[in-house]
């Protein structure tokens, strides 16, 4: 069974960049659409990005559009969030999640079935 461990979390000031990677082991990556949602305090599980099994596809919540980009490499079996001019309201704990190929509705978090277990985004003014 594959097993999803996210990393690179961290404090950074408004506007400044992070990168969180995504690792996968333990079965076949390329089975998966892969996603990233996050999760503030008190606060329901958003969708953030989402990458197709194969990477020619990506999609984005509106909020993060020309900010963060997604991106996965099979052979590695890494999916990658690069986030830029990050802004306060970006704080959270970020997940990466996988989508059996089945679905296509990449923002409907009840669909996927393997998830990580999380990195803290803190993002401070």
């Known amino acids: 069974q594959v097993q999803l461990v996210e990393s690179g979390g961290g404090l950074v000031q408004a506007g400044g960049s992070l990168r969180l990677s995504c690792a996968a082991s333990?079965?076949?990556?390329?089975?998966?659409?892969m996603g990233w949602f996050r999760q503030a305090p008190g606060q329901e599980r958003e969708f953030v990005a989402a990458i197709t099994w194969s990477g020619d596809s990506t999609n984005y919540v509106d909020s993060v559009k020309g900010r963060f980009t997604i991106s996965r490499d099979n052979v590695k079996n890494t999916v990658y969030l690069q986030m830029n001019s990050l802004k306060p309201e970006d704080t959270a704990v970020y997940y990466c999640?996988?989508?059996?190929?089945?679905?296509?509705?990449?923002?409907?978090?009840?669909?996927?079935?393997?998830w990580g277990q999380g990195t803290q985004v803190t993002v401070s003014s």
């Open positions: 333990g079965g076949t990556f390329t089975i998966y659409h």
């Open positions: 999640g996988a989508l059996p190929l089945i679905w296509n509705v990449f923002s409907d978090g009840t669909k996927y079935d393997l």
